[in-house]
């Protein structure tokens, strides 16, 4: 069964820094690009960043470039977010979610975790 | 990378056909065979409705269909059940290989 964990979220104040985590299990991890979306709290979802399979290419949002980082490490099937500089807007839940194998949609997604900045 | 615009509420009595317009620009939707649509129910993850524009993922119901004109998506679902009450988000690949997320629809059975 394929599964994502997140974890990291936490309550950290304007200008901090925080490393999110999201642990994959259930397939092969080294095959898939990897994302984050985020969605404020009552509000829609927006993706973030993600990753090629093998950590060559990674795109970010515009409103979080040069503040996050994305990166993952297949050995352990584990993908990061390293957030810097954060905002009162960086304010939301945070979902790992996996591309489709070949295609360019969302076919699994974590349980996400709540990130508050104030 | 603005958001996809989408309407904010779409309602119809069960039974009925309601549809979803998701309308971004050149450079997403107008571009690409990879809009997907994504339904959420409260307190609860995104689910994979469609995808590539009008591919159903395996388990989705045929009740949900996808189509594309130009810069604007179609999500339509026909025979609405009370189930089927919740938001709804379109997702676009776009230029540079980032992807954009419509606004949000709250589907309302009346």
């Known amino acids: 069964e394929v599964q994502m964990v997140e974890s990291g979220g936490a309550l950290v104040q304007p200008g901090g820094s925080l490393r999110l985590s999201c642990e994959a299990s259930?397939?092969?991890?080294?095959?898939?690009?990897m994302n984050w979306v985020r969605q404020p709290p009552g509000k829609g979802l927006e993706w973030v960043a993600n990753?090629?399979?093998?950590?060559?290419?990674?795109y970010y949002v515009d409103s979080v470039k040069g503040r996050f980082t994305i990166s993952r490490d297949n050995t352990k099937k584990s993908l990061d977010l390293q957030m810097n500089s954060l905002r009162d807007e960086d304010t939301a839940v945070y979902y790992c979610?996996?591309?489709?194998?070949?295609?360019?949609?969302?076919?699994?997604w974590g349980q996400g975790t709540l990130v508050t900045v104030s | 990378q603005s958001a996809l615009t989408q309407p904010a509420s779409v309602s119809g009595s069960p039974g009925q056909s309601i549809t979803i317009s998701c309308t971004g620009s050149?450079?997403?939707?107008?571009?690409?065979?990879?809009v997907s649509w994504y339904q959420q129910h409260p307190g609860k993850v995104p689910k994979l409705l469609i995808y590539?524009?009008?591919k159903w993922p395996s388990g989705i119901s045929s009740r949900f269909s996808g189509s594309k004109s130009g810069n604007t998506a179609f999500l339509t679902i026909s025979g609405l059940q009370a189930e089927d009450e919740t938001d709804y988000y379109c997702?676009?690949?776009?230029?540079?290989?980032?992807?954009?997320f419509g606004s949000g629809t709250k589907v309302t059975v009346l």
């Open positions: 050149s450079g997403d939707v107008g571009s690409y065979k990879f």
């Open positions: 997702c676009s690949y776009a230029v540079s290989g980032t992807y954009v």
């Open positions: 590539e524009v009008n």
């Open positions: 979610a996996r591309e489709t194998y070949g295609g360019k949609d969302f076919d699994y």
């Open positions: 990753i090629k399979s093998d950590g060559s290419e990674k």
């Open positions: 259930g397939f092969i991890f080294s095959n898939f690009w």
